[in-house]
């Protein structure tokens, strides 16, 4: 599967930002998808997953309350709305995708920059 992450840029603190990860191939509503960021000098984290069918969701603490993963299987593309935006929310933000029966996310999308002003 290919990914392609969009909807990245510069907001203010309190900002809201919609990501968006359209994904490729037949088979996209057996993934598990997830959002993961990687702010400078800083390891990459997970931000947010969710399951194939959309009704299992995990979020990191640092967002829980102000982001929501969806997901649109028809449309092949997995969404992170983001409120409440906070300069430390500023990172480059992935998409990836875990195949069913795999431990690891594999797929992974080119990231995208967010940028949080105080």
């Known amino acids: 599967v290919q990914l392609q992450a969009s909807g990245g840029g510069l907001v203010q603190a309190g900002g809201s930002l919609t990501l968006s990860c359209a994904a490729s191939?037949?088979?996209?509503?057996?993934?598990?998808m997830g959002w993961f960021r990687q702010a400078p000098g800083k390891e990459r984290e997970s931000v947010a997953r969710?399951?194939?069918?959309?009704?299992?969701?995990y979020y990191a603490d640092s967002v829980k309350g102000r982001f929501t993963i969806s997901r649109d299987n028809a449309k092949n593309t997995v969404y992170l709305q983001m409120n409440s935006l906070k300069p430390e929310d500023t990172a480059v933000y992935y998409c990836?995708?875990?195949?069913?029966?795999?431990?690891?996310?594999?797929?992974w999308g080119q990231g995208t920059l967010v940028t949080v002003s105080s």
């Open positions: 990836a995708a875990k195949a069913p029966g795999e431990y690891e996310y594999k797929y």
């Open positions: 191939g037949r088979t996209f509503s057996r993934y598990f």
């Open positions: 969710i399951s194939w069918t959309g009704d299992s969701t």
